[in-house]
């Protein structure tokens, strides 16, 4: 995420490394060196003589955004793009912003980064597909799935410690609200939470992880315990394993989250406007979403009570949509799978 967070595929493969291949030296390119990491590593602040001294002379790059356009990859150095989710937005060259971009020089900027990709790492052969297309690339695909994926299935083992952390009830139903980032920048997560509290409090309770844009304006603290920011946790790996249904929208969590098979609804209020007016999306979004899509709090509300049933409901199309986006890495095992392609071979 651009040196801002240890998370993600690159994390996964990082903390595989640590266990597996202990003469590696790992180098973490931060903005803020002070943040945490477990294991051997050396913390290198971005844009640092340090950090172009490491560019120069690494031999893998792991990343999951993109390097500097003014880095200039040496021969035999490998990168590898690890993506942080399977695509419903439009990605690359696809967006509004380059397909009316006029400068040809930003083009070529930005096809220069990408060119630099030896690897990409996909979880389904829509993915494998749409990321050649969007980013103009011919390049190795390791199809092993996401390998931050891996830390969903370790944190199964760890439901109850994680619900500890949070103080969460065992005898709750857990709903993990968790929207896409918005072009209009709004601070405003568009969910009556005193309204759910009401009529929900007894029996769930509510993790929101919103952008931090929008999360660092929310002040939700007089909702708690039945609601509470996890905005900043971090690992939402963690929150899918301890979570019992799934809100989200448009965003790529969907994709995640569906290897635990459980239960989502789609909180698409604005769905128009966002499927027409911002950036738009690939899939035909109403029909490929494996939960009932809503507008509203109360048709929140009434398919949370109805929550017995909604696996059920859903149950055939949510088998596709597992066997079309999970379709690798089911055994929790990119990491290793990722790896073995990128250095062993």
Known sequence: YWGDQVACSPKAIYEKI??????????????????????????VKKNSLKYWYHLAT???FVQNTNMPVWYKKRNGQREIQTFHGTFMKTMGFDTPEFKFETRQHKIDEFQKKVDN??????????????????FNIDV?????????????????????????????????????????????????????????????????????RAHYMVSNNMDIRKN???AINVSNYPSVE??????????TDYSSVMFDYAYLKKPMIFYAYDLEKYLYGERGVYLDYENIVPGPVVKTTQEIIDNLKDYNN????????YKLFYNEFCQ???NGDSASKVIEELIKN
């Open 310 to 317: 909604l696996e059920y409901k859903y149950k055939e199309k």
């Open 117 to 134: 990709w030896d690897y990409i790492s996909t979880p389904s052969s829509y993915m494998e597909d749409k990321a050649r297309s969007a």
């Open 140 to 208: 190795k695909s390791i199809n092993a799935g996401f390998p931050r994926n891996d830390m969903i299935f370790e944190s199964l083992t760890q439901t109850n410690e994680i619900k500890e952390k949070l103080s969460i009830p065992a005898d709750k139903k857990v709903v993990l609200y968790a929207p896409t980032w918005r072009e209009s920048k709004s601070s405003d997560i568009n969910i009556d939470i005193d309204y759910m509290q009401k009529t929900l409090g007894d029996n769930f309770i509510l993790l929101i």
């Open 18 to 43: 640590q266990k597996n291949n202990k003469d590696y030296k790992n180098i973490w390119i931060l903005n803020d060196i002070n943040t945490p990491i477990e294991g051997n590593s050396v913390k």
């Open 224 to 226: 708690y315990p039945f």
């Open 328 to 330: 690798y890495g089911r």
């Open 58 to 60: 690494a031999k893998y």
């Open 238 to 247: 963690e929150l899918y394993a301890i979570s019992d249904v799934l809100i």
